[in-house]
């Protein structure tokens, strides 16, 4: 007989007899048949006396413990299931967004690239001397221009996409000990090869003023600036656009700049229409001609009450932006009823030559019976990058140049190395107006490192001047030379 049978056995007897009141019974085995009798008889092995046993009450505080371990056991399964999923929707989570350092700065990117983020700027710390200024007067007072150093762009900017068609640009300027608004702007690109803008920016016209200072040739922008940048620069305004692979065409409609009422507190803010078109004819990596027309006109402010303030503008142009030296300058010319201007851009990219100029005219419509005027600007410039590289052109503007090998020591490569010159010229003498006219010659070395940082070396040789705001002491015109340089970082 096996052990499990008679186990099954026993268990059977016992279960029934649970119900009579015996608390204890005596179990026989026939020795053959191998039954099992509850009394003494023939052939019989006692098997020994079984007791019928309740429940303890030890038993039973034990088997509810062992139910709240169980139940606790669970609840902390539950809990590590939830910990599981929430590590697991993290992951999925860091898995869509991608982070990358690198020569633009911090980028941040969805994984369905619908949403984008970026922060850069860009440091340019600049030293300037000028010769020449020791015998200088202005209006009867001896005046010289300031040399040193200074941090021309100290800039943070912050760009990004939301759900793919809209684009925003933050960027601030803290250089000169403040903080300016530079650009502030949200654009619209949902439409094929067009933007929408709304928001502080650059106003179409230009080449030389559309281009970043982070990629300009030269330190400081002509003296074609003179008329520009207090007419065409950026200002708060609507802008339309069309980037073709060949041409671009933009047209905006603008208030003033982001400082609040720059004309006078208790005035209207002016306005203005401006529109600039580019065409490429050749348009390869290395061979290029670029051709460009702009048009602008402003109205100064809208305040033509009696008691109301006049309009006014002022052109002038310095030597350097630390010198406070401006040879030649209008003064505030007012009761100005309209600005007109038109600019003209042409451009040819061969390898590492390129070669171009800009055009200016400027017309000023007066009121209360003053005269017109009319100014200009232009400028003519080449460049030839010593290492073999091209300037890089897209949508109507050049970049700077990208060096094939970066500086390095160790490996032996001394980067790019690009050599340019410019002739510029500004005439602001018109009629009663007497700003004078001057040319000025400007020899640049620059040396690119890599695609973030850059030297540059300027030399400034002023030209001919004719009724210059500034003379020598003796009635003379300025001789003056400036030389500047410059160390750039710009992510």
């Known amino acids: 007989m096996k ?3 008679l186990g099954l056995a026993v268990a059977s007897i016992i279960g029934a007899s649970i119900g009579t009141d015996a608390m204890a019974l005596d179990l026989y085995v026939d020795s053959k048949t191998q039954q099992i009798f509850a009394e003494p008889g023939k052939g019989r092995v006692k098997l020994g006396s079984f007791e019928r046993v309740e429940d303890s009450t030890s038993e039973k505080a034990a088997l509810e413990a062992q139910k709240a371990e169980i139940e606790q056991i669970k609840e902390d399964l539950a809990l590590k299931n939830n910990e599981l999923k929430a590590l697991d929707e993290h992951v999925k989570a860091t898995e869509e967004v991608k982070v990358k350092m690198g020569q633009k700065g911090v980028e941040f990117e969805s994984k369905d690239k619908d949403f984008k983020f970026r922060m850069g700027g860009r440091i340019h710390a600049d030293a300037s001397y000028t010769s020449g200024d020791d015998n200088l007067a202005e209006d009867g007072d001896r005046i010289e221009a300031n040399d ?13 996409t939301f759900y793919k068609d809209w684009d925003f640009k933050s960027q601030w300027d803290f250089a000169d000990n403040k903080v300016s608004t530079k650009d502030l702007f949200i654009q619209y690109t949902g439409l094929k090869d067009m933007e929408i803008t709304a928001g502080q920016q650059k106003q179409a016209f230009s080449r030389e003023l559309q281009e970043s200072s982070n990629d300009m040739m030269f330190m400081e922008r002509s003296l074609m600036n003179a008329l520009n940048e207090p007419t065409v620069d950026r200002a708060i ?9 060949d041409w671009t065409g ?3 409609i603008y208030g003033e700049t982001v400082d609040p009422n720059a004309q006078n ?11 600039r078109w580019t065409y490429a004819p050749i348009n390869e990596k290395t ?3 670029h051709l460009g027309i702009a048009g602008n006109y402003r109205d100064p402010n809208a305040a033509d009450a009696v008691q109301g303030p006049t309009s006014s503008l002022r052109l002038r142009s310095e030597t350097s932006h630390m010198s406070n030296l401006h040879l030649i300058d209008t003064g505030s010319i007012s009761n100005i009823d309209a600005i007109k201007m038109v600019g003209l851009e042409a451009n040819g990219l061969y390898g590492p030559f390129t070669l171009g100029g800009e055009y200016t005219q400027m017309w000023l419509e007066r009121k209360n019976g003053n005269d017109d005027a009319e100014f ?3 400028y003519t410039e080449a460049s030839y990058t010593l290492t073999g590289e091209s300037r890089k052109y897209k949508k109507g503007k050049f970049y700077k140049v990208e060096p094939k090998s970066n500086f390095s020591l160790k490996n032996g490569t001394w980067g790019a190395w690009e050599l340019a010159a410019r002739y510029s010229e500004a005439d602001l003498n018109s009629g009663v107006v007497k700003g004078g006219q001057m040319s000025l010659l400007t020899v640049a070395l620059n040396w690119y490192m890599n695609n973030n940082i850059r030297f540059m070396a300027n030399y ?7 009724n210059p705001k500034v003379t020598t002491t003796d009635g003379g015109e300025p001789n003056v030379d400036t030389f500047m340089l410059r160390g750039q970082l710009a992510f």
């Open 376 to 378: 200009n600007g232009w």
């Open 237 to 245: 305004g609507l802008n339309v656009g069309s980037f073709q692979n």
């Open 250 to 252: 933009q047209v905006g």
């Open 460 to 466: 400034n040789k002023t030209l001919d001047m004719n």
């Open 3 to 5: 052990l499990s049978k």
């Open 265 to 275: 507190d208790k005035a209207d803010e002016g306005w203005a229409i401006n529109t």
């Open 148 to 160: 040193g150093t200074e941090v021309r762009r100290a800039r943070i900017e912050m760009l990004g």
């Open 287 to 289: 061979k290029l001609i």
